[in-house]
């Protein structure tokens, strides 16, 4: 599914803790929702659902959330955590928020035994949720370090992710989906959708199609002599040095210098750990352990600075549900796009086993989320 729509939505963060009264709603809707989506379409297109920022947002909004929070988030998956765990629907979500997250391999092994997967698509599984967090946290670099992470898994080894950062500076959330359905690698492009709020002038997006040369040359990089390696990321951390390619290299793309900054703090071993484990691709590079922000930006850097192949430092979000961007100018709502994202929650909750008043009150927040979107 290609997801059409652009422009920003406000994900304002806010504290507390979803009240008992609601989760219990929220569990039993949710419920009756699942079960209806994977009885008639199956588990598969419940992943597609959830990877689609529209439709889980509009469900977020159907089981009582706001609209426009980024507690609906880590409230929608921990609720379907819950509901999901406790019925035999051939699919579980592993991880969640804060610490939670943390336990995500250890819960994606549980269930991968318990859903009698081999071994070897265990471990696929454990590695798919370890990339996609590496990649969301370091090899795009928004200022969104991530607290979230909920990986849903089916019997049939098939995943998706919903995972969120914080950005402290402005109290904003930014959203992540992936799914494993048709997904050509971890690198490139990957996501089904990245939401967001802010728009920023300069991200460092290492997932770019047009960064391609400048991940070839990090690879390179770390195959050579660290020594070299580590005279050119201190070299460049001098700022006349980095004032002097400005002045040589002056454009709108780099009037942000401090964007261009080295990191000041490096772990040297790291270079030379990746020198001996010789990186076949920059996928391997991005998941070695030790590489984080830090390195990653490091080696980006020395790649353009240095050798001239330039790295994307464009912002990848890409979806929304509001209006349009900050610049006021409207973005045309893809009709047929929404119409598809809520057709089957709305049949969901007219079927669902619920009573008359509960039904109403489901369906008039749905119709008042499409009317906001």
């Known amino acids: 599914m290609v997801l059409k729509r652009t422009g920003f939505t406000v994900l304002p963060l806010h504290g507390g803790h979803a009240p008992a009264w609601l989760i219990s709603r929220m569990e039993k809707l949710s419920k009756e929702i699942t079960w209806l989506i994977i009885d008639e379409y199956g588990t598969g297109e419940l992943l597609r659902r959830i990877s689609n920022p529209y439709w889980f947002q509009a469900f977020g909004c159907v089981l009582g959330f706001d609209w426009h929070s980024s507690g609906l988030t880590t409230v929608v998956t921990g609720v379907l955590k819950r509901v999901l765990s406790s019925e035999k629907y051939?699919?579980?979500?592993?991880?969640?928020?804060?610490?939670?997250?943390?336990?995500?391999?250890?819960?994606?092994?549980?269930?991968?035994?318990?859903?009698?997967?081999?071994?070897s698509s265990i471990e696929r599984l454990k590695y798919a949720s370890r990339i996609c967090a590496k990649v969301?946290?370091?090899?795009?670099?928004?200022?969104?370090?991530?607290?979230?992470?909920?990986?849903?898994?089916?019997?049939?080894?098939?995943?998706?992710?919903?995972?969120?950062?914080?950005?402290?500076?402005?109290r904003t959330a930014r959203r992540y989906h992936w799914l494993s359905e048709d997904l050509e690698g971890f690198i490139i492009e990957p996501h089904k959708a990245i939401v967001g709020d802010v728009k920023k002038p300069l991200v460092l997006n290492m997932t770019a199609r047009d960064a391609e040369e400048n991940r070839k040359t990090c690879v390179d990089l770390v195959k050579?002599?660290?020594?070299?390696?580590?005279?050119?990321?201190?070299?460049?951390?001098?700022?006349?040095?980095?004032?002097?390619?400005?002045?040589?290299?002056?454009?709108?793309?780099?009037?942000?210098v401090d964007g261009f900054l080295m990191p000041k703090r490096l772990n040297w071993e790291v270079f030379k750990r990746l020198y001996d484990f010789q990186p076949k691709d920059y996928e391997e590079l991005l998941s070695f352990k030790g590489v984080g922000p830090s390195v990653v930006k490091a080696l980006a850097l020395v790649s353009e600075l240095t050798?001239?192949?330039?790295?994307?430092?464009?912002?990848?979000?890409?979806?929304?549900?509001?209006?349009?961007?900050?610049?006021?100018?409207?973005?045309?709502?893809?009709?047929?796009?929404?119409?598809?994202?809520?057709?089957?929650?709305?049949?969901?909750?007219?079927?669902?086993?619920?009573?008359?008043?509960?039904?109403?009150q489901a369906l008039k927040r749905l119709q008042r989320f499409v009317i906001m979107g």
């Open 224 to 256: 050579e002599n660290p020594n070299n390696l580590i005279s050119s990321i201190k070299s460049i951390g001098i700022p006349s040095t980095l004032d002097s390619w400005t002045q040589d290299h002056g454009s709108a793309r780099i009037s942000n």
């Open 136 to 170: 969301d946290n370091s090899a795009i670099q928004a200022g969104y370090p991530l607290y979230h992470h909920a990986f849903f898994l089916t019997d049939k080894g098939e995943w998706s992710i919903v995972q969120q950062g914080m950005c402290s500076q402005d």
């Open 90 to 119: 051939g699919i579980e979500v592993a991880g969640g928020k804060g610490r939670a997250s943390m336990k995500t391999k250890f819960e994606i092994d549980k269930v991968g035994e318990g859903f009698n997967l081999s071994s």
């Open 307 to 360: 050798y001239g192949k330039a790295a994307s430092w464009r912002d990848p979000v890409k979806y929304s549900f509001a209006f349009g961007g900050k610049d006021g100018v409207p973005k045309p709502i893809d009709k047929r796009e929404m119409d598809s994202a809520i057709s089957i929650l709305n049949d969901a909750v007219e079927q669902a086993k619920i009573d008359q008043k509960e039904r109403i």
